[in-house]
């Protein structure tokens, strides 16, 4: 897997350099100089960490293989099972790392940039691994697929998902965009908005959101970023920023159950209520709308 990214490489630095012209020539204010660079480092930081990481997980999946219960093969029609099937655990661990506080403080720091650009696709965890997100996968080659053509296709699909990390291209062909991710799904992904917030976990395929009720199609221009951005861009605070803070607040938990939220709970969770989950901003936003539509005399309207 890591050498097909690593060849990889020169094609992402080219096609963000493509697209830092359309931006000048266009004058689009789709970066900033100090963004992209900790993106970059980032993405550099991913790659030189997945070089000890990669072979741990090799291992746990060679492992795992010796008790496969089908022998699948490399045939044709098993590496077309093994698209839908490695895209439908994507979409899982994707979705759990928006629901779950743990995988949330690898996952928050490709949604960190305040920019939607291809610098923001290289902007990626580097805890991701060593806090167990590919134990996700572990049931591709327990039932049969082998270790090889599971980090293949993990690689096919961050490829495939570097290029809709773009504002250039504003929507593709209907049926394309009913079935396959697009810029257009991911850009409302990536945005703070409460609408959108938690919606089109896909990889490659939409089909996944669509069917589980995460899709929102993009209407109004996302605003990028987090619900609570940080001022930061320095590359070692980006990468374990939410980590500090979910020890601090094992620290102050109040009781073992408090602790059990803080850690496992969604992002936003809070023993006393201080801080808002992604549903809670929903809400909220919800009953405030409702408010604005349907004022009662005398009655000031609540901002959001």
Same mark, same amino acid.
Do not use: C
């Given at each position: 897997?890591?050498?097909?990214?690593? $060849?990889?490489?020169?094609?992402?630095?080219?096609?963000?350099?493509?697209?830092v012209g359309i931006a000048v020539k266009e004058n689009k204010d789709w970066f900033e100089a100090r963004? !992209?660079?900790? #993106?970059?480092?980032?993405?550099?930081? +991913?790659?030189?960490?997945?070089?000890? !990481?990669?072979?741990?997980?090799?291992?746990?999946?060679?492992?795992? $293989?010796?008790?496969?219960?089908?022998?699948?093969?490399?045939?044709?029609?098993?590496?077309?099972?093994?698209?839908?099937?490695?895209d439908f655990t $994507? $979409?899982? @661990?994707?979705?759990?790392?928006?629901s779950s506080r743990y995988f949330w403080a690898s996952h928050v720091v490709h949604h960190s940039s305040r920019r939607y650009n291809l610098g923001t696709a290289l902007r990626q965890t580097w805890t991701g691994e060593i806090a167990g997100g590919f134990l996700f996968w572990l049931w591709l080659p327990l039932l049969g697929f082998h270790p090889s053509m599971v980090f293949t296709m993990q690689a096919i699909s961050l490829l495939y998902q570097f290029w809709i990390h773009t504002e250039a291209i504003s929507k593709m062909p209907y049926a394309f965009e009913l079935v396959f991710n697009t810029p257009s799904h991911h850009?409302?992904?990536? #945005?703070?908005?409460?609408? @959108?917030?938690?919606? +089109?976990?896909?990889?490659?395929f939409i089909i996944w959101d669509r069917f589980f009720g995460t899709f929102q199609e993009e209407?109004?221009?996302?605003? @990028?970023g987090l619900t609570k951005n940080i001022s930061t861009y320095n590359p070692l605070r980006i990468a374990f920023h939410e980590w500090a803070a979910m020890l601090r607040d094992l620290g102050r938990a109040p009781s073992w159950r408090a602790a059990f939220g803080y850690l496992f709970g969604p992002p936003g969770? #809070?023993?006393d209520g201080s801080r808002l989950t992604t549903a809670q901003l929903r809400e909220k936003f919800r009953k405030s709308t409702a408010v604005e539509k349907n004022p009662v005399k005398g009655e000031i309207k609540q901002p959001v």
């Amino acid at each position: 897997m890591a050498d097909i990214i690593h $060849y990889a490489i020169p094609g992402f630095i080219l096609l963000l350099l493509v697209e830092v012209g359309i931006a000048v020539k266009e004058n689009k204010d789709w970066f900033e100089a100090r963004d !992209t660079f900790s #993106s970059l480092a980032m993405g550099i930081g +991913n790659v030189i960490i997945g070089l000890f !990481t990669k072979g741990v997980v090799l291992a746990a999946m060679a492992f795992v $293989y010796q008790f496969r219960i089908f022998e699948i093969g490399f045939q044709w029609w098993a590496w077309l099972l093994l698209v839908f099937a490695e895209d439908f655990t $994507y $979409y899982w @661990y994707h979705r759990v790392s928006h629901s779950s506080r743990y995988f949330w403080a690898s996952h928050v720091v490709h949604h960190s940039s305040r920019r939607y650009n291809l610098g923001t696709a290289l902007r990626q965890t580097w805890t991701g691994e060593i806090a167990g997100g590919f134990l996700f996968w572990l049931w591709l080659p327990l039932l049969g697929f082998h270790p090889s053509m599971v980090f293949t296709m993990q690689a096919i699909s961050l490829l495939y998902q570097f290029w809709i990390h773009t504002e250039a291209i504003s929507k593709m062909p209907y049926a394309f965009e009913l079935v396959f991710n697009t810029p257009s799904h991911h850009r409302v992904h990536h #945005s703070s908005d409460i609408k @959108y917030l938690d919606k +089109n976990h896909a990889g490659i395929f939409i089909i996944w959101d669509r069917f589980f009720g995460t899709f929102q199609e993009e209407e109004e221009h996302p605003v @990028y970023g987090l619900t609570k951005n940080i001022s930061t861009y320095n590359p070692l605070r980006i990468a374990f920023h939410e980590w500090a803070a979910m020890l601090r607040d094992l620290g102050r938990a109040p009781s073992w159950r408090a602790a059990f939220g803080y850690l496992f709970g969604p992002p936003g969770w #809070s023993h006393d209520g201080s801080r808002l989950t992604t549903a809670q901003l929903r809400e909220k936003f919800r009953k405030s709308t409702a408010v604005e539509k349907n004022p009662v005399k005398g009655e000031i309207k609540q901002p959001v």
